[in-house]
């Protein structure tokens, strides 16, 4: 048995190794995604009072902080036991989205463009945002300015581009001032042309992508997101919603009752847990999260521009569209969907209201609170003592939940394009790149830093080195 | 001072590294964490741009300030790390223009999870500034 191993993943988020195994025909017989971090925010903030979590939890990571401001606000608004005033529900829907936008431009446009644009071949020393920078600089100028644009308005919102300290228990600290108001609307316009031409430009590029598309974790599993009241499109609160991979609803439940659906476990190979559908067991139950789920989840997006492209889109697959490389597909239909989200609520004249924020003392022993981050579905769930102080906290991140479908990703793509007699880097690059595909928030699924090597090996089972390629 | 930009870059949680980010604030420049290309554009604006951040490998306290000229990086991701030179390049690319550049550098001492400069970085710290201030004041002659 012979073992590739790809250390470090590259341009993720994150950090994470891959080991090939294979036969002696080299033939790759199994292959898994380790994730190296470890953190322990789970742990460490026992005993600290509830409503310091947002903040904390916050701190979880650089590029979705505002995901766990969410979601953790939200467990601490059920420990209050209050119901936030509408338009603190409307700001952080707004700050929401903002950050969806700029997470899938980084996403996107500087960590997948690279192989989207210059070919999954491409020389490596070329193949990476300063190689787009050269090839196609309006496109790495799109890039810039959509990130600017969601990193921007999450300023102007909430006082600083990263670990805002606004959403908080009850509601937001501070409402939306009109200059600013005006200044995120200005900036909209150009928002939405960014993602219209981007859509258009990726739309014609996707055939070039067969292989990848046929291949890159592409088979039938469940898929998990909220959705609205209406099945429409939803980042903020919502049904969680299950369906099979022919597109029908298995079940719409209450988010709070996850613990019924969901079930977690550890793998001995990796720091990322695994979850699954409960009712189905493991690996029947296994599902997908994120951009690709909740366009295949949602009977609607809910705003003109995103729902035209949402139904070109669904005819990639009939039910439901199942190949992961379309993530970055409908990546760019979500940042289209968040901007003009975000257009209407900055036209409902209560945005301005005042009324931003809800006080209360502790009210339960227990809170929940769930919502879409940009890579799915994110979960919080706290216990706390008669002195409001945390107990326990579980923490399931959207990551987690696809960590079934990338691990059998990785699978599918090696033995679709690696042969183990001889190692060429493109193949290599398709392995990590089925990765990239489901923008992995590795930082948030662990909770810890490890450090960057760059080696890959092709070993005999006696550890003499029979092949090497370095980056 | 119009035309000008100082943008200081570094981990405040890391000891030294933080003193980037310190000297940015005191000279009323951009502290940021780290260099990322959403800067090419601010750059692309100015006529100089002065970066400052710490290093090991040297005496702490001492520092250093050379011209910065713009190119490409070589080999890495220009994701994870952003060099003052490939943002110099990066605003030439996209943008059409590079401004004149300098980095100050000074040794650090600890770079360890601690917040705070180490005694020897605090005491050399205003004898840069004041360079940085006496580089301005002659730039704008």
């Known amino acids: 048995m012979k073992r590739i191993v790809i250390d470090p993943v590259t341009r993720i988020e994150g950090h994470s190794k891959i080991s090939l195994h294979l036969d002696e025909q080299g033939r790759v017989q199994e292959a898994y995604f380790h994730v190296t971090q470890f953190r322990g925010f789970e742990k460490f903030c026992e005993g600290r009072p509830f409503y310091e979590m947002p903040s904390l939890m916050a701190r979880i990571c650089g590029i979705c902080p505002v995901s766990h401001l969410i979601a953790s606000a939200k467990a601490c608004d059920a420990i209050l036991a209050v119901r936030i005033p509408e338009t603190a529900v409307k700001l952080r829907k707004l700050i ?35 190689g787009v920078i050269e090839a196609r600089p309006e496109l790495a100028r799109d890039g810039v300015r959509l990130r600017q644009f969601g990193q921007q308005v999450i300023e102007w919102l909430g006082g600083k581009r990263i670990h805002p300290a606004w959403v908080v228990a009850g509601g937001v600290n501070g409402k939306l001032s009109p200059e600013n108001h005006a200044r995120i609307l200005g900036a909209i316009p150009e928002a939405l042309a960014i993602a219209q ?91 997908r999260v994120g951009p690709l789920a909740r366009l295949n989840l949602v009977d609607l997006c809910g705003t003109r521009l995103a729902d035209q492209e949402w139904a070109e889109f669904r005819e990639l697959g009939r039910g439901a569209v199942l190949s992961s490389f379309h993530y970055h597909y409908a990546r760019l239909i979500e940042i289209l969907f968040c901007v003009e989200r975000m257009q209407a609520l900055l036209n409902d004249p209560a945005i301005l209201s005042p009324h931003v924020r809800a006080f209360a003392r502790q009210n339960n022993d227990e809170g929940i609170g769930v919502s879409e981050a940009p890579r799915g579905t994110l979960i919080h769930h706290y216990k706390v003592d008669d002195q409001g102080l945390i107990r326990d906290a579980n923490l399931i991140i959207a990551t987690g939940h696809n960590n079934s479908a990338m691990n059998r990703g990785v699978l599918q793509v090696a033995k679709h394009f690696v042969n183990g007699n001889k190692l060429q880097e493109g193949m290599l690059n398709r392995v990590e790149a089925v990765i990239r595909a489901f923008d992995p928030c590795l930082s948030c699924s662990t909770h810890a830093a490890g450090r960057m090597a760059l080696a890959i090996e092709l070993q005999a089972p006696d550890g003499e080195v029979l092949d090497s390629l370095k980056r | 001072m119009p035309g000008v930009l100082i943008i200081g870059y570094g981990n405040p949680l890391r000891g030294d590294d933080g003193l980037g980010r310190r000297a940015a604030e005191l000279l009323g420049g951009l502290a940021v964490h780290q260099l990322t290309p959403e800067l090419a554009e601010p750059v692309s604006a100015a006529d100089l741009v002065i970066f400052i951040d710490a290093a090991e490998g040297g005496p702490p306290g001492q520092w250093q300030c050379r011209e910065i000229a713009a190119s490409a990086p070589a080999g890495r991701a220009f994701t994870h790390h952003v060099d003052p030179a490939a943002l110099v390049e990066a605003a030439a690319l996209l943008y059409g223009r590079a401004p004149r550049a300098l980095l100050f550098t000074m040794f650090g001492e600890s770079f360890g999870y601690e917040e705070g400069l180490s005694a020897a970085v605090e005491a050399a710290l205003n004898g840069m500034l004041d360079a940085v201030h006496q580089m301005l004041a002659n730039s704008a002659q």
Request: one cysteine or more; hydrophobic letters at 40%; proline letters at 6%.
């Open chain 1, 197 to 287: 031409r981007t859509l258009d430009w990726f739309k014609t590029e996707i055939e070039r992508f067969r292989e990848e598309v046929r291949s890159f974790a592409n088979f039938p599993t469940m898929f998990m997101g909220l959705v609205n009241e209406h099945g429409g499109l939803e980042h903020y609160h919502g049904k969680l919603r299950f369906m099979d991979a022919n597109g029908r609803v298995v079940a719409d439940t209450d988010p709070c009752a996850y613990a019924e659906n969901i079930a977690e476990f550890v793998n001995p190979w990796s720091y990322l847990k695994t979850t699954f559908y409960k009712p189905l067991g493991y690996p029947d139950g296994t599902y």
């Open chain 1, 96 to 130: 929401n989205l903002a950050q969806i936008v700029q997470s899938h431009a980084l996403s996107f446009f500087y960590l997948a463009s690279p192989d989207l644009l210059l070919g999954m071949d491409a020389d490596p020393a070329k193949r990476n945002v300063f």
